[in-house]
């Protein structure tokens, strides 16, 4: 980001010494480490299983093929977690931003009586919680256990994300403006929908983004409430059966006529749940980047 | 300033309430109804999931019987508590879960700090927007994609880093398979996770530097190093702080996810932590009175080590978080 490119070039007179050209390798050496990992899975996924036997395999693939993309892709199984998980993940993040909206915008209005004792009933949130075993008799008095609700219910609730936006409510929107929207009769549902929910667009991306990455990398709710109806669990559950644990094998359908070493398998999966956020990645990093110092400015 | 701005916004809702206190809560509600309509769905929320399950604690001081429910079940005092500090694993898992996180939170403070006191050197737009993109993205990826990418890479057998390691001439070594290893496995997958995404409040606090300090440490004849250390790092102080008073909170806990997702069979002696614990009691076992004194365990010291932090931090002389 351009965090600090305005005091950087004060601060130095421009030339350039052989500290620059050290800190400059050793950023490349970390950046490296984040990346090659991934190369080496992806490589690992493409070739054949002898060079993968051998232990031959580093950052390119050899012997070339896709097999393990065709196996994965035939195992119901993991479809189907893949289709919980996007559903998941978007009606999440759909509810939390309802939630999220409906607390910030009365809770940034100056008028409301109550307002303090509500914020503090849900800044008390953040500090103090039932813990794991309250969470889950929660969720089994409410029937919810092998349900997808609560993958869903639980969790759209998140006073960190409401005060971000409370706080961003408050400082872009001015208070004229709504006050000239009422002079002319517009109600508060209008003024929401037609002012406030407009003009805070980057926060909407930035929160909606907190939600949806959130959901779809967490597994320790679905590992506590998903037990028996295997059926639900989400992608990054079934991995960790499949992958981590290793306690379950792919069910891919016998039409090959030859199966794929597991290591292959496990590397195609890794690299089949990792893509999806790769993907995107570039493209939701700088609003990542806007909700961790909007935070960090409410701190 | 953070101050000033505390006292303005005092000062504002003072006179707000004066203002609003005069009139009846029915003239409020028949005026803004509207505004406490849209607030019924987060209220509801966060009473039934957060405020629902903080009565849930009191089973820790009942003999809970899921089938009896918990009205039926008996009250036993203390004695969930004493029980569970007289067990082995409880001491275990405390001494891991210390053990653990304290290393982490030394690893995890230093390594950001320095990362980013080394981004903020360098002046090139795209060099420097390019390696920020690569150094955040572990921090996408979920904890089971790191477990799987550990194996692939650190693995004894077909693991990348061993594979180099004996092309090389060397002997592989058990990264994930032996106690000691691991631990020191576990500490640099979240190093290697965190350190970029932690540079972020680091960097953002370094903009906010007054550059005529660095000016006059320039005219002063300071070097790039002494300018760290006396100009960068003093004008941080007040983050770094911050940032450690909030994640001694989690000290006694840590996360579930990143534990389970890269223990294994081999390794044992370090991965019982309290969440772990915790969800092996209860969950598994359906030992809920004893979990439940676990976590309520773990809630209080973290409760009580932040508002201590919290206290030095202000005996200190610094601006403390509460």
Known sequence: MKLSGSNT?????????IWDIIIRIMLVILSLTCLLPFVHVAAKSLSSDAFVMANNIFLWPKGFTIDAYRQILSDQSIIQSLYISV???????????????????PLSRKQLKGRTMITIMFTVTLYLSGGIIPDYLLINNLGMLDTLWALILPGAFSAFNLLIM??????????????????????????????????????????????????????????????????????????????????ESFQTELTFVQTTNPEVLR???????????ICVYPFIQKYFVRGVMIGSVKE | MKLKEELRQKNESASLKKETSKKSWYFHI???????????????????????????????????????????????????????????????????????????????????????????????????????????????????IMGALAYQLLGYGSGMVNNLIEQLGGNRI??????????????????????????????????GVNP??????????????????????????????????????????????????????????????????????GIENGDYSSATALGVFQAVIGLVLVVLADQIAKKAGEDGLL
């Open chain 2, 212 to 281: 005529e300090l660095y000016e006059a440490a320039t005219v002063d004849g300071a070097n790039r190093w002494r300018k760290m250390w006396h100009v960068t790092i003093p004008c941080i102080r007040p983050t770094i702080v911050i940032l450690v008073i909030l994640s001694l909170g989690h000290v006694m806990g840590g996360s579930f996810e990143r534990v389970y997702a890269l223990q294994n069979m081999a390794t044992t002696e370090f991965t019982t932590t309290i969440p772990v614990l915790v969800f092996r009691w």
């Open chain 1, 9 to 17: 070039s004060i601060k130095r007179s421009g030339r350039i010494d």
């Open chain 1, 267 to 277: 590397a195609a999966v890794v690299v089949f749940a990792t893509l999806p956020i």
């Open chain 2, 30 to 144: 028949r005026r803004d109804w509207q505004l406490y309509v849209l607030l019924l769905i987060p209220v509801s929320f966060a009473f039934v999931f957060k405020y629902v399950p903080l009565t849930g604690i009191l089973v820790a001081f009942k003999d809970y019987n899921i089938i009896k429910g918990f009205w039926a079940s008996e009250w036993v005092g203390l004695d969930v508590f004493r029980d569970l500090f007289a067990r082995p694993d409880f001491l275990k898992a405390v001494r891991n879960t210390l053990l653990l996180n304290v290393s982490d939170l030394v690893l995890s403070f230093t390594i950001p700090i320095f990362l980013a006191l080394l981004i903020n050197e360098i002046n090139g737009n795209i060099f420097k927007r390019v390696n920020q993109t690569l150094i955040y993205l572990p921090h996408f990826l979920s904890w089971v």
């Open chain 1, 166 to 247: 409370k706080s961003a409510i408050t400082s872009t929107i001015p208070v004229s403006l709504e006050e000239s929207a009422r002079i002319d009769g517009a109600n508060h549902f209008q003024i929401l929908w037609h002012i406030v929910l407009p003009l805070s667009k980057p926060i909407l991306a930035t929160l909606s983004l907190f939600y949806a990455v959130g959901r779809w990398n967490g597994y320790q709710d679905a590992l506590f409430y998903i037990r028996y109806n295997t059926e639900l669990r989400p992608l990054q559950l079934k991995l960790y059966y499949l992958v981590v644990q290793a306690s």
């Open chain 1, 87 to 105: 559903l998941i993940t978007v009606l999440f993040t759909a509810l939390g931003m309802i939630i999220t909206v409906c607390a910030a915008y």
């Open chain 2, 174 to 207: 058990p990264f994930l398979q032996s106690d000691i290893h691991w631990l020191f496995s576990y500490l640099a997958i979240g190093v290697w996770q965190g350190m970029g995404w932690g540079t972020i409040i680091y960097l953002a606090a370094m903009s």
